[in-house]
């Protein structure tokens, strides 16, 4: 158990719907990782935030959109949904900015199915 | 830019055999260099990192890497595989702005009792 938790852990929804997933980091960790893991696309980094801001982007779609909250808590949004959405969504989590380039945490994931 | 290719993307191993997933980068600077491991339903795992510091990196559950600049690899090796081994591994590779980041295409790796 990394001490990373991600809710829900199964999302099932129609094209065109919104969802909201919701990471909660390890305790004292001020770094959010937000990444996504389709058969398709592989595993790929979405977006960081540091301390209730945004640190680093990747490969995020403008449909996404991510917020870290004062208790450092992180929810992804994921709007217009398409069938290419459904992945596996992880998010990790740092004590410092720099978890990019140092070691990072992981959640289960939270697993979306787009019918 | 920075990415990785991981060749093979299933390797099949005897127990007790020796275990090697390839990995090789692409950085136009000095890359942070990473393995993690993935369980089956389970989120990745850290296996070791590479942070230009000894070249040959030494991890959890008997796992070992050497960075190898001449031959931009940074190959994953165990000398004795267990049924336990048995996952999906992943080479990632950062920049030392530490701004992006980016996964191999995974291996799979099979243990054969």
């Known amino acids: 158990d990394s001490g990373v938790t991600q809710t829900p852990k199964h999302l099932i929804t129609a094209t065109g719907q919104r969802v909201t997933l919701r990471c909660s980091p390890r305790?004292?960790?001020?770094?959010v990782y937000w990444y996504q893991q389709s058969l398709d696309q592989g595993l790929q980094f979405l977006i960081q935030?540091?301390?209730?801001?945004?640190?680093a982007k990747g490969n995020i779609l403008e449909r996404f959109s991510a917020q870290q909250f004062p208790d450092l808590h992180s929810e992804l949004n994921l709007s217009s949904l398409e069938l290419g959405d459904s992945a596996l969504y992880f998010c990790?989590?740092?004590?410092?900015?720099?978890?990019?380039?140092?070691?990072?945490?992981f959640g289960p994931g939270t697993r979306l199915t787009v019918l | 830019a920075q990415s990785v290719t991981q060749l093979g993307s299933h390797v099949s191993v005897s127990e007790g055999a020796l275990v090697l997933l390839r990995c090789n980068y692409s950085?136009?600077?000095?890359?942070?260099l990473f393995w993690y491991v993935q369980y089956p339903n389970q989120g990745l795992q850290l296996l070791l990192k590479?942070?230009?510091?000894?070249?040959l990196v030494k991890g959890i559950n008997g796992f070992e890497a050497e960075f190898k600049k001449s031959e931009t690899s940074f190959h994953l090796t165990k000398p004795s595989a267990h049924m336990s081994d048995a996952a999906e591994y992943f080479c990632?590779?950062?920049?030392?702005?530490?701004?992006?980041?980016?996964f191999g295409t995974g291996t799979s790796l099979t243990v054969i009792p």
């Open positions: 305790s004292g960790d001020l770094s």
């Open positions: 990632a590779v950062s920049s030392n702005t530490g701004n992006q980041f980016y």
């Open positions: 935030y540091y301390n209730g801001e945004e640190r």
């Open positions: 950085s136009s600077v000095p890359p942070y």
């Open positions: 990790a989590s740092s004590v410092t900015d720099r978890g990019l380039y140092n070691e990072q945490f």
């Open positions: 590479y942070t230009s510091a000894a070249t």
